[in-house]
């Protein structure tokens, strides 16, 4: 991501070694904005997941080898549990 290569995806990933990045790159004023947009896309993706995409499709779109491997990354909030909760409660939706 910071070195501007895609990352390898598929069978590639297990094993790949990352690309050199100088460490002092860390300190360019750039690189907030360089890490905004993939950051953003990451987010949007998690955003989609709590839209009720299908557990297959997730590890699809985010480019991780397993629904499992996506777990340390997906940390619904305490908001979008209760709101996903409360949309799929069939007796939630009967008092309305």
Same mark, same amino acid.
């Given at each position: +991501?910071?070195? !501007?290569?895609?990352? /390898?995806?598929?069978? =590639? #990933?297990? !094993?790949?070694? /990352? @690309?050199?990045? @100088? ?15 993939? =950051?953003?896309?990451? =987010?949007?993706? +998690?955003?989609?997941?709590? !839209?009720?995409?299908?557990?297959? +499709?997730?590890?699809? #779109?985010?480019? &991780? =080898? ?10 619904? !909030? ?5 709101? &996903?909760?409360?949309?799929?409660? /069939? ?6």
């Amino acid at each position: +991501m910071l070195t !501007g290569e895609p990352a /390898p995806t598929g069978p =590639a #990933r297990r !094993g790949a070694k /990352p @690309p050199p990045f @100088p460490v002092a790159a860390i300190d360019d004023p750039a690189l907030p904005e360089l890490l905004s947009e993939p =950051a953003a896309a990451r =987010a949007e993706e +998690m955003e989609d997941a709590e !839209g009720g995409t299908s557990a297959p +499709m997730l590890p699809a #779109r985010s480019r &991780h =080898a397993s629904v499992r491997s996506l777990e340390r990354y997906a940390r619904p !909030g305490v908001d979008s549990v209760a709101r &996903h909760v409360a949309e799929r409660d /069939p007796a939630a939706r009967r008092h309305r």
